[in-house]
């Protein structure tokens, strides 16, 4: 599976972005999508998380009723909706792909497959 990510810019504090992550090779021997990101001098950070098939999506804490992140099974892509924007969510995000069980979806080393990053840079 290769994963190509996308979308990352400039934006000013409070506003949107999405980032797209597009899936190719065999995407459906995965479980699981999800996006990471890492912030300059900061370990890396799970955002989010869900099922490649139908599922409850999982968030991180300090995404939580601002992120959505949401597939299309057509295009074999994955997207990650960003509102609200904080100057904390300063990063490179990262998609990724795997099969973690559901109760360490959270764990970056249970993935596999890893997008090569996009920076997203928050404004104040």
């Given at each position: 599976?290769?994963?190509?990510?996308?979308?990352?810019g400039l934006?000013q504090?409070?506003?949107?972005l999405?980032?797209?992550?597009?899936?190719?090779?065999?995407?459906?021997?995965?479980?699981?999508?999800?996006?990471?990101?890492?912030?300059?001098?900061k370990?890396?950070?799970?955002?989010?998380?869900?099922p490649?098939?139908?599922?409850?999506?999982?968030?991180?804490?300090?995404?939580?009723?601002r992120?959505?992140?949401?597939?299309?099974?057509?295009?074999?892509?994955v997207?990650?909706?960003?509102?609200?924007?904080?100057?904390?969510?300063?990063?490179?995000?990262?998609?990724?792909?795997?099969?973690?069980?559901?109760?360490?979806i959270?764990?970056?080393?249970?993935?596999?497959?890893?997008?090569?990053?996009?920076?997203?840079?928050?404004?104040?």
């Amino acid at each position: 599976v290769q994963l190509q990510a996308s979308g990352g810019g400039l934006v000013q504090a409070g506003g949107c972005l999405r980032l797209s992550c597009a899936a190719s090779g065999r995407p459906f021997s995965v479980a699981v999508v999800g996006w990471f990101r890492q912030a300059p001098g900061k370990e890396r950070e799970f955002v989010a998380a869900r099922p490649w098939s139908d599922g409850v999506a999982t968030y991180g804490d300090s995404v939580k009723g601002r992120f959505t992140i949401s597939r299309d099974n057509v295009k074999n892509t994955v997207y990650l909706q960003m509102n609200s924007l904080k100057l904390d969510d300063t990063a490179v995000y990262y998609c990724a792909a795997g099969r973690p069980i559901t109760s360490a979806i959270r764990e970056g080393r249970l993935y596999y497959y890893w997008g090569q990053g996009t920076l997203v840079t928050v404004s104040s």
